[in-house]
């Protein structure tokens, strides 16, 4: 089993920066792979962003160049700095563990990008 707890998001203004981090519950390798998704109300779930234990990262093609996934083993804690926020960003993000074949999801966190 793995526990995902996301936090970090809130409210932002067009243009601004937010930092949502994930922290998991173990601290092992047999998580192979962590990755954030979002959902914006209405819409389907979506990859926004993934890093693999072997340091493999993708993201979607509507935050490249503006979000950027990292990583901390000693916190396992995992990021997502995101900056030129868009309207169309606001969603609730969620957090992803792959391990042993299976998909482990936080809660998720709100972002609410707004003037």
């Known amino acids: 089993q793995v526990q995902l707890v996301e936090s970090g998001g809130g409210l932002v203004q067009p243009g601004g920066s937010l930092r949502p981090s994930c922290a998991a519950s173990r601290s092992d390798f047999s998580i192979t792979a962590m990755s954030w998704y979002r959902q914006a109300p209405g819409n389907q779930r979506e990859l926004v962003a993934v890093i693999s234990s072997s340091n493999y990262i993708n993201y979607a093609d509507s935050v490249k160049g503006r979000f950027t996934i990292s990583r901390d083993d000693a916190k396992n804690t995992i990021y997502l700095q995101m900056h030129s926020l868009k309207p169309e960003d606001t969603a609730v993000y969620y957090c992803?563990?792959?391990?042993?074949?299976?998909?482990?999801w936080g809660k998720g966190t709100l972002v609410t990008v707004s003037s």
């Open positions: 992803t563990a792959f391990r042993f074949g299976t998909y482990y």
